[in-house]
């Protein structure tokens, strides 16, 4: 059913995306369905040529610093509406929304309209339609769905030889610090024709690496099909032509299948890369968490998982600092940071989230305890990525490239073990000019910390 707009000229809007790669992706399906309505889109940070119809924010309510961020940013643009009129109208989007929708259409009157998380055809609708709206308006489903037809219509909002795929939202999974369930709802895959036609779009579009995100990509199918698992569609994926890669990030650790790995190892378009959220390594927190590993099952996944990918580039994510954490349990973390050696690490310090279990779980860390176990994961981390740095040199690797840095003089590229946005960079030094989007073969030659320097070689 075709969007219907009202207004007789191209409205002007602005689109921000706050938070994670799956909103950039959310905000495609909405840029698209709003370029199918004739809108003229200005994307974060662009120069809007005349005032804006419409400012849509599509926020991010995970963590309490993604929370003030949104907040930050719609109170901002809520005061430049009403001081210069500019944008016309606000809208609100994502997670951040579907909890506190009301909160915020109370506290913050310029919102003209809101809704929730995946509700790309009604925010359309109400942009369009925003001149003969008769009042402001909240539509926040209880239960998002996946819309087939809007996820048909995807305009690229990244100029860059990466994109997002997201095949599956929500989450089954019930840890005790995550809020994602309550604001995704529980998990929807997105039919495998439907991923594979939009692969094929983005391929032509000249991307180059699909990254697989969703909430828990090895959970794919299994709300759906009986016999449609994550290895299917990435065989599916393997079998488009041309050179690309594909890459999995955020991957639950208690779902490596061995047709998983089989597959990983197997199909030369799958680099040799992993995110998988581990959150702790001592078994009592991750009780705690309702994380369902121990000290044995850990290791031994990871030696798997090792053994099973030749060239695994492992990343993962800890929490610092959960209610209830001792010291002892921080330095068994720590301690098994050292001996794992993951390739990539993140770490955060924990903080509640409304409505979930672990926000009345008792003792608390201090917060300046925290501050020092982080530092302490983090300072640990550091030195075992400058190893894994130091120890690529000497290597001939296939790169991609990015961009080009023309004040460095260089040109920006990553490797199978950088993922985009949240990893290192390859910076390959050229005598010739390169193009983003080319792949081509380099030799690490100098480590910089979690970089890596290079420059490229005969074929």
């Known amino acids: 059913m075709p969007l219907s707009p009202v207004s007789t000229r191209p409205l002007h809007v602005g689109i921000v995306t706050l938070g994670c790669d799956k909103n950039t992706v959310d905000n495609e399906y909405l840029a698209g369905l709003l370029e199918a309505g004739g809108c003229r889109l200005v994307v974060d940070g662009e120069a809007a040529d005349g005032p ?11 963590i309490d610093r993604a929370r003030q961020q949104s907040i930050d940013t719609i109170v901002e643009l809520a005061e430049r509406k009403r001081a210069t009129g500019n944008p016309r109208r606000l809208f609100v989007a994502g997670c951040l929304s579907q909890r506190h929708g009301a909160e915020l259409m109370e506290e913050i009157p310029e919102i003209d309209g809101l809704v929730g998380v995946g509700q790309f055809r009604q925010l359309a609708n109400l942009i369009l339609n925003a001149d003969r709206a008769e009042a402001r308006t909240r539509e ?14 995807r305009r690229r909002l990244q100029h860059t030889p990466h994109a997002f795929l997201k095949i599956s939202d929500g989450c089954n999974h019930a840890c005790t610090f995550c809020s994602i369930p309550a604001m995704k709802g ?7 024709e439907i991923l594979l036609a939009e692969a094929e779009r983005l391929l032509a579009d000249g991307v180059r690496e699909i990254n697989l995100v969703a909430q828990d990509l090895s959970m794919y199918g299994m709300d759906r099909w009986r016999d449609v698992r994550l290895p299917d569609l990435l065989r599916d994926l393997c079998a488009l032509p041309g050179e690309f890669w594909i890459r999995c990030l955020y991957f639950y650790p208690g779902n490596v299948t061995d047709d998983f790995l089989e597959v990983m190892a197997a199909e030369p378009k799958i680099v040799p890369y992993l995110d998988m959220p581990l959150q702790h390594l001592h078994p009592e927190t ?10 044995v099952k850990t290791f031994e996944l990871v030696e798997r998982l090792r053994a099973a990918v030749p060239g695994l580039t492992l990343r993962t994510t800890m929490i610092v ?8 349990e921080h330095e068994f973390m720590l301690e098994g940071i050292r001996r794992l050696r993951f390739e990539r690490l993140g770490a955060f310090q924990y903080s509640d989230e409304e409505g979930t279990p672990s926000a009345t779980m008792r003792p608390r860390v201090r917060r300046g305890e925290k501050e020092r176990r ?15 740095s130091r120890a690529r040199v000497g290597r001939r690797e296939r790169v991609l490239v990015e961009s080009h840095e023309p004040h460095a003089g260089c040109w920006i590229a990553r490797g199978a073990a950088e993922a985009p946005e949240i990893d290192a960079r390859v910076f390959v030094w050229s005598a010739t000019p390169l193009t983003p989007g080319q792949f081509i073969d380099v030799e690490i030659n100098r480590a910089d910390g979690y970089d890596v320097h290079a420059s490229p070689v005969a074929g």
Request: charged share 25%; hydrophobic share 45%; aromatic share 8%.
């Open 186 to 192: 529980k998990l929807r895959s997105v039919p495998r």
């Open 52 to 62: 804006l119809d419409a400012v849509v924010v599509t926020t991010c309510g995970f």
């Open 286 to 295: 991750l009780r705690r968490m309702r994380r369902p590993f121990h000290e």
């Open 321 to 328: 600092g959960f209610p209830g954490e001792t010291r002892a």
């Open 374 to 388: 982080w530092h302490a994961v983090m300072a640990a981390q550091a030195e075992i990525a400058a190893e894994h």
């Open 140 to 153: 926040v489903a209880e239960t998002p769905t996946v819309d087939i037809y809007q996820l048909m219509h």
